[in-house]
């Protein structure tokens, strides 16, 4: 049942912007956008959230669509640090359950 | 330091047997979640919890078990029914206060059964 569509991998070059896209046609009012990443064989870390404003913190920024049908995380200069699978979630404040896609496979190269 | 944790971080059983894994968290959080792992996989929802002695299954719950005495305790049981136990098993709780509604994650289980 998943409420978001990412692209399964994508390559960005180190000290460039990496711009990472998720569709989430079926968004509904209250649910948020979360994103996440796992480094290989760790649990994966909260990056960011938000509602239909445009979010950023000291890890990434995040752009969301008028429409609110769609987002992208952008990680501003991405290091070799930055390479792992990306996952962006849709959730409503009050919904407890949390479920996870495929992600996007980030490689970051030197 | 506020974490979860999960233990151990590597485990071997024998096919047949049932076996528990363990999480604990002292974030306070409501909150906690089971998720299996594949290699190459995202992760799949087992089971999760919003209060005490009080659970749902997931997208993958058949095979599994739970129980949540304790706000800060959610094992885990892998039983004989499981029929591909081997995966990485990672364990998960949430706060639902306004200012704070991310997900924190354990370091994992590795469950390999022989």
């Known amino acids: 049942d998943a409420k978001t569509t990412q692209p399964p991998s994508m390559d960005c070059a180190e000290g460039r912007a990496a711009n990472l896209p998720c569709n989430h046609s079926?968004?509904?009012?209250?649910?948020?956008v979360y994103w996440y990443r796992q480094i290989h064989s760790q649990g994966p870390q909260y990056i960011i959230h938000?509602?239909?404003n445009n979010e950023t913190n000291e890890m990434a920024s995040l752009i969301i669509t008028e429409d609110r049908k769609s987002s992208t995380l952008i990680l501003p200069h991405a290091t070799l640090r930055d390479t792992a699978v990306y996952y962006c979630i849709v959730r409503g404040f009050n919904d407890y359950k949390l479920s996870f896609g495929a992600g996007t496979t980030v490689t970051v190269r030197a | 330091d506020g974490g979860i944790t999960q233990s151990p971080k590597y485990l071997f059983r024998k096919e047949g047997q049932n076996v528990t894994l363990s999480c604990e968290q002292n974030?306070?959080?409501?909150?906690m979640y089971w998720y299996r792992q594949d290699p190459g996989q995202g992760l799949r929802l087992i089971y999760y919890?919003?209060?005490?002695?009080?659970?749902q299954k997931g997208d993958i719950a058949e095979g599994y078990s739970v129980s949540r005495e304790k706000k800060e305790s959610f094992p885990l049981t892998v039983t004989s029914a499981q029929k591909n136990p081997t995966a990485f098993y990672l364990c998960?709780?949430?706060?639902?206060?306004?200012?704070?509604?991310?997900?924190?994650f354990g370091q994992g289980t590795r469950l390999t059964v022989v």
């Open positions: 938000g509602l239909k």
């Open positions: 079926t968004i509904s009012g209250n649910e948020y």
């Open positions: 919890s919003q209060i005490v002695n009080d659970f």
């Open positions: 974030l306070n959080h409501d909150a």
């Open positions: 998960a709780s949430s706060s639902y206060s306004p200012s704070s509604t991310e997900a924190f």
